[in-house]
């Protein structure tokens, strides 16, 4: 069997259009997805819509549609993510498909068969937008704590969740899976929060409709995040007894900072409760706000990444958002931060390499790679050894710290600049073999940077790869020390791999 991993997005609410934030948990899913393919790993990268619940009957009833066809439309716009994005997703899962009822009613059965669900009254608020319950306790100038929206007073006859059993057994598990929630700062806050107490969970509603039935009790629905948290069982079949699952499960789930509870604390806890194993790590990623604001449909500052995606470019808009701030931490996106590193890391830092690189191998080897002439120097092989920097990525992708794995990768690049500005190999006319040499050392860097460039950007690694005439296409390639191409490979003639953004004076103004 090989290596297997499976890595998710949270399924998102298709109440409203897809914007940054749907946008970003979703690449860097790809991103670990893309890297770990490369790297031999079979690889299931999941991701999807949550289409019940509340507030998706309320936007339904809204747009004068029953909740059915709302979803059915509005789905379909999280679906295009994938081509606009580039991702390379295995599956789109909803919430409303019959994979997914069966899977969120065996689950509800087997939790209700191992003693740990009950019936009861709730009495508290409820806040629609977050689907999120509260004490008044936890409410923020009478609001949520989260999201700052009304509540609304909940009182019913509900299902519950013996969430308060699993305390003790959750610390435990977080403290013998320190790795278990990621980043730490994430961590402490999530063992605080269970260190204080879990009440037990309504895990079922009755005022409204639209949700999964309850099985036995057809009074009563699903609470939305009960059904949704299971769509990551039902991509892989654990309800019909699929080889998938003893093959890919546990998960990495890649969440918002804002829904850590429900998959660091509940997620686990009703796992345990039906004998799952928890998922292999939760990792929290921060927001990203607009020219500093948090980002509202009110304040019409909403960022569209198809119109970011149409102005500056595919991967472009993709390395920008894994660069301009740790995985984990919260970010400010503008537009002159994305030109300025589009024009001076892209353009500049390997767009010029590739570009006075290859422009001399196709103008004075006829478009051959030329030849290693003897001996490598002490210099070359220094510089050799440098750019070999697999084993430090995986470690930066197993950590999801994506940026780090891009400064990585830059600093072969910086490696490269400052190698051919010493060797000067335009000095070599008289020794072509020499000019060769230097030319085909930096080829060799030219081939590292275009493959653990792939998951980031994989349109423009496809053109590195091609220019330097790659031949292979998984991190195996890598695996021969020095001398990955091959001497007298023909290359195409060089083209720019990114265009820099011109920016008029009024604009910058
Ligand atoms: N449906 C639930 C998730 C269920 S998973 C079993 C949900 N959906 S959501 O559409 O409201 O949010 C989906 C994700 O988008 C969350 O992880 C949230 O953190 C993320 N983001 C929403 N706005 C964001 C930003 N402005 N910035 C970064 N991520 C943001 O919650």
């Known amino acids: 069997m090989s290596k297997t991993a499976y890595i998710t997005t949270p399924i998102y609410y298709p109440s409203g259009a897809p914007h940054l934030g749907s946008a970003y948990t979703s690449l860097a899913a790809d991103v ?41 439309e509005m789905s379909a716009q999280f679906r295009e993510l994938t081509p606009m994005m580039n991702l390379s997703n ?26 740990f669900i009950y019936k009861d009254t709730y009495s508290g608020w409820y806040s629609v937008p977050d689907e999120t319950y509260y004490t008044e306790s936890e409410l923020v100038d009478g609001c949520s704590p989260d999201s700052g929206h009304p509540v609304e007073w909940v009182e019913e006859e509900s299902y519950y969740f013996k969430l308060s059993a699993f305390g003790e057994k959750l610390l435990a598990y977080y403290d013998a899976h320190p790795e278990f929630i990621q980043p730490k700062s994430r961590f402490n806050e999530v063992y605080a929060f269970v260190k204080d107490g879990l009440r037990d969970l309504s895990i079922s509603r009755s005022t409204f409709t639209w949700g999964v039935p309850v099985p036995g009790d057809d009074a009563h629905i699903m609470y939305v995040w009960i059904d949704a948290l299971t769509n990551y069982l039902s991509a892989i079949g654990w309800a019909e007894g699929s080889d998938d699952f003893e093959a890919y499960w546990p998960a990495i789930h890649l969440v918002g900072k804002d829904i850590l509870k429900f998959h660091a604390v509940y997620w686990p806890a009703m796992l345990m409760a039906a004998d799952i194993e928890p998922p292999k790590c939760i990792f929290a990623h921060g927001w990203w706000t607009v020219d500093g604001d948090k980002m509202s449909k009110s304040k019409g500052n909403v960022v569209q990444p198809a119109e970011l995606v149409e102005e500056y470019g595919r991967d472009q808009l993709r390395y920008f958002l894994m660069k301009e701030v740790p995985f984990g931490n919260d970010g400010d996106f503008s537009k002159e931060r994305l030109i300025q590193r589009i024009n001076t890391e892209l353009a500049n830092d390997v767009g010029n390499l590739f570009q006075r690189v290859l422009s001399m191998v196709y103008k004075n080897f006829d478009g051959n790679l030329p030849a290693f002439n003897g001996e490598c120097s002490i210099k070359d092989k220094e510089f050799l050894h440098k750019i070999n920097t697999l084993n430090e990525l995986r470690e930066h992708i197993d950590n999801l710290a994506f940026h780090h794995a891009l400064n990585t990768i830059w600093e072969v690049i910086g490696e490269a600049n400052r190698y051919m500005d010493a060797m000067e190999p335009w000095k070599q006319k008289e020794d072509k073999a020499q000019m060769g040499h ?25 053109k590195m790869q091609e220019a330097v005439a790659l031949p292979f296409s998984t991190f195996a390639g890598l695996e021969t020390p020095a001398e990955v191409l091959v001497t007298g490979t023909s290359i195409p003639r060089p083209q720019g791999i990114f265009p820099r953004v011109e920016v008029n004076e009024t604009e910058a103004a």
């Open 32 to 72: 670990y997805a893309r890297f770990k393919r490369l790297d031999g790993y079979n690889v299931k990268f999941l991701t999807g819509t949550d289409e019940h619940g509340l507030k998706l009957q309320r936007a339904a009833e809204n747009a004068n549609k029953t909740p059915q066809e709302f979803v059915d």
């Open 90 to 115: 295995d599956d789109f899962i909803r919430t409303t498909e019959e994979r997914h009822l069966k899977t969120a009613t065996k689950f509800w059965q087997v939790l209700e068969e191992k003693g």
């Open 438 to 462: 230097i030319l085909r050392v930096l080829c060799e860097a030219l081939a590292y940077i275009s493959i653990e460039l792939e998951p980031f950007m994989p349109e423009a690694a496809k």
